[in-house]
């Protein structure tokens, strides 16, 4: 069962389509988990419709009815083309993945080592703000205790992870900010997924974040 959703502001701002592109994707993802949210969508897709009908109307060029509806058939035809092609990595259960993150996925994923117990494959997603990558947590495993310089959208793919908070399963959506320090650890039970959004560097707390924390950095992408 999926306890953290995105906030009615980050729903809104989806769906008026302001929020920036990777946090977009990563709602996008946990909102093709999550009923509940996917039903709240649409009832704010419903309203900002309704708002536009009491818009003030627009003159518009003749054809643009026309070719608003070839740009839509060339997207149906690109979408089905990249569906039917998801690059398989060992690492991943592809096909469990949201849409949304299977039209991400490189040929080639590559998987760095962090820790012992944490390894991360950065995804390209064309954008400038936003680290997005997959972690993944080995069963058991504990990340080491960090707190954040900016906000950090983690949403799980597989497995499940806990931290002071609680505990995190599929379809989970989990925000921190600067000051939510967390350590989380993966159940023993299985590797624990996760896709995560960030804005900014961890920073690791204690001696060892004096140490390393000069080294860390994100590469958006
Ligand atoms: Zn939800």
Known sequence: ???????ANMLVEYAS????????????????????CRAKHQQLSMLGGACLDDAPSENVEEDSFARLMGRIESSKNTAQKSAVKVPQS??????????????LLPD???????SSALKMARLTTGQEQYEVAFHKISKGGKVVEHDHKGLEVT?????????????YQRGDFIVREPGQTHRPTATLDQDCLCL????????????LGKVINPFLSIRPA
């Open 1 to 7: 069962m999926i306890n953290h959703h995105p906030d």
């Open 17 to 36: 389509g302001s929020l920036p592109w990777a946090l977009s994707i990563s709602v996008s993802a946990h909102m093709q988990l999550c009923s509940q």
């Open 90 to 103: 060992k690492d991943l259960q592809t096909k469990q993945l949201p849409k949304v993150v299977q039209k």
């Open 108 to 114: 080639n994923l590559q998987w760095r080592r962090v």
């Open 155 to 167: 949403l799980v793919l597989e497995g499940s992870f806990s931290d002071d908070g609680g505990v």
């Open 196 to 207: 995560s959004v960030c804005e900014a560097p961890v920073a690791v707390t204690g001696w």
